[in-house]
């Protein structure tokens, strides 16, 4: 039972829905993030900071969504916000990220034009865990994918998306068949 975290897109959410993963609950940090559109028939709910005191309570009300709907694994799909112990604690060693770098290379929100910045021949995707720093988690699987000349930001992360969307699935599936 899979709870997805959105901000952006959410073409991971779709590769998740795709690969037929039992995805029980879609939140949000972003009220009008596109990914929630994906999540036809799938309970969705935002939790901007804003409506709540602090990150921890914002954090806590997130969980206890999520563990209502039944989530036991949390998969953050483009999810652009660290989380709290006030979460994190709520699932332990059952909430993993994908980001579009090989860790521990290149963390954070602008990692794919820092690469390109860089240099950098070949570039990556990593699913790893999440604990509360940034991208600083145990790597769970790694797939690499080459910088071609002339790359642009968007040219390089819609490459390295094409490899996130059959990597993240994949060990999704296995940590569900735990
Ligand atoms: C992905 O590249 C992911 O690695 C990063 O944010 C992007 C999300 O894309 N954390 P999407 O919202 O899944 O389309």
Same mark, same amino acid.
């Given at each position: 039972m899979i709870?997805v975290l959105?901000?952006?897109g959410?073409?991971n959410?779709?590769?998740?829905l795709d690969?037929?993963?039992p995805?029980?609950a879609v939140?949000?940090n972003r009220r ?5 559109a994906?999540?036809s028939g799938i ?10 005191p602090d990150r %921890? ?6 969980a @206890?969504?999520l *563990?209502?709907q039944?989530? $036991?694994l949390?998969?953050?799909?483009g999810?652009?916000?660290?989380l709290?112990p006030a ?17 521990p290379a290149?963390?954070g929100a602008?990692?794919v034009?820092?690469?390109?910045a860089a240099?950098?021949?070949e570039?990556?995707a990593t ?10 988690g145990?790597?769970l699987?790694? %797939?690499?994918v080459?910088?071609?000349?002339g @790359?642009t930001p *968007?040219?390089?992360?819609? $490459?390295?998306k094409?490899?996130?969307h059959?990597?993240?699935?994949q060990?999704?599936?296995q940590l569900?068949?735990r």
């Amino acid at each position: 039972m899979i709870g997805v975290l959105v901000s952006g897109g959410g073409t991971n959410l779709q590769a998740l829905l795709d690969a037929g993963l039992p995805v029980v609950a879609v939140a949000t940090n972003r009220r009008h993030a596109p990914a929630l559109a994906r999540a036809s028939g799938i309970p969705t709910a935002a939790f901007e900071l804003s409506d709540h005191p602090d990150r %921890a309570a914002r954090d806590a009300a997130m969980a @206890d969504w999520l *563990e209502a709907q039944g989530a $036991r694994l949390v998969v953050l799909a483009g999810y652009m916000h660290l989380l709290t112990p006030a979460f994190l604690d709520r699932f332990p060693g059952a909430v993993v990220n994908v980001h579009p770098s090989l860790l521990p290379a290149f963390p954070g929100a602008h990692a794919v034009e820092e690469q390109l910045a860089a240099g950098v021949a070949e570039s990556g995707a990593t699913v790893h865990l999440v604990d509360e720093g940034i991208d600083s988690g145990e790597v769970l699987a790694q %797939a690499r994918v080459p910088v071609l000349p002339g @790359d642009t930001p *968007e040219s390089l992360h819609e $490459r390295i998306k094409d490899v996130e969307h059959r990597l993240l699935p994949q060990v999704v599936s296995q940590l569900c068949a735990r």
